[in-house]
């Protein structure tokens, strides 16, 4: 292992041969790190804490802390990390709590720039960028291939789409439907239409693109109920399948989304 002399690593960490070690980061008890991963100077990393193969964290960075919610009575809880995840400097992620099923998640090939916040019980799917100063309140949920700008909020139990784009110093108080662009400050956020720059850079084909816009035009902007809007995505779409997420998503907020 490349581990420097000043840093710190519990005898009940568990780190992979090739796991590299920066100067005066602490590696906690019950801490796994998987092969390929290097963790900066200046890392603190708490357990139970699992952290998968090849992801780079940089400096300064508190990962698996504990959840910071006044109900928290230092419960064991988890944190998961999956592979190839990028976590620049002063990100901090929390573990999670007992009343949110006591695991914060993040899957693979994420990137956390700069003083990201990741609070405790959140999942992020894979693909997920959070800007600089990006904040993450308890539970919320960031599905596959999102962006969060930087100085965004979203406030706890919120979701954010998959595909979705929440442009930089919004606060998102509902959740911010997929594939679609969400901008602005709380009951003041609204939407700006299909994320088409980002779809377009994940291969979707522009007849893809085209059937989401049309049903966007449908549930956001034909001023219909919106039951009646989803009566009419099913007619018009019934095998489309980024309409069917755009549906379902819909059907299952709790909050409300932004429209």
């Known amino acids: 292992m490349n581990i420097h002399p000043t840093a710190i690593v519990h005898p009940g960490g568990r780190l992979a041969p090739d796991v590299s070690v920066g100067p005066h980061s602490i590696i906690s008890d019950e801490v796994e790190i998987g092969a390929g991963t290097v963790i900066g100077p200046y890392v603190w990393i708490q357990g139970p804490t699992v952290i998968g193969s090849g992801c780079k964290i940089y400096s300064h960075c508190s990962i698996g802390s504990d959840a910071q919610d006044l109900k928290f ?26 009343g949110g099923g006591g695991y914060t998640i993040l899957g693979d090939n994420n990137y956390l720039m700069t003083g990201a916040h990741v609070a405790h019980d959140c999942v992020l799917g894979n693909g997920v ?107 018009e779409f019934p095998d489309n399948a980024h309409v069917r997420t755009l549906i379902q998503f819909t059907s299952e907020s709790e909050r409300g989304f932004i429209r």
């Open 129 to 235: 960028i959070l800007a600089n100063a990006a904040t993450l309140a308890g539970h919320v949920i960031v599905q596959d291939h999102s962006t969060i700008g930087a100085f965004s909020g979203v406030h706890q139990f919120c979701r954010v789409g998959s595909h979705a784009y929440v442009g930089g110093y919004s606060v998102i108080t509902r959740d911010a439907l997929p594939f679609v662009k969400t901008v602005g400050d709380r009951n003041d956020a609204k939407t700006y239409g299909i994320n088409t720059l980002g779809l377009e850079r994940r291969n979707f084909q522009k007849e893809e693109i085209r059937a989401l816009k049309k049903a966007y035009r449908v549930l956001v902007q034909s001023r219909l109920h919106l039951k009646e809007a989803i009566e009419q995505l099913n007619a």
């Open 73 to 98: 009575k230092g419960e064991r809880t988890y944190l998961r990390i999956g592979n190839n995840n990028l976590i620049r400097e002063f990100v901090t992620i929390n573990r999670g709590t007992p």
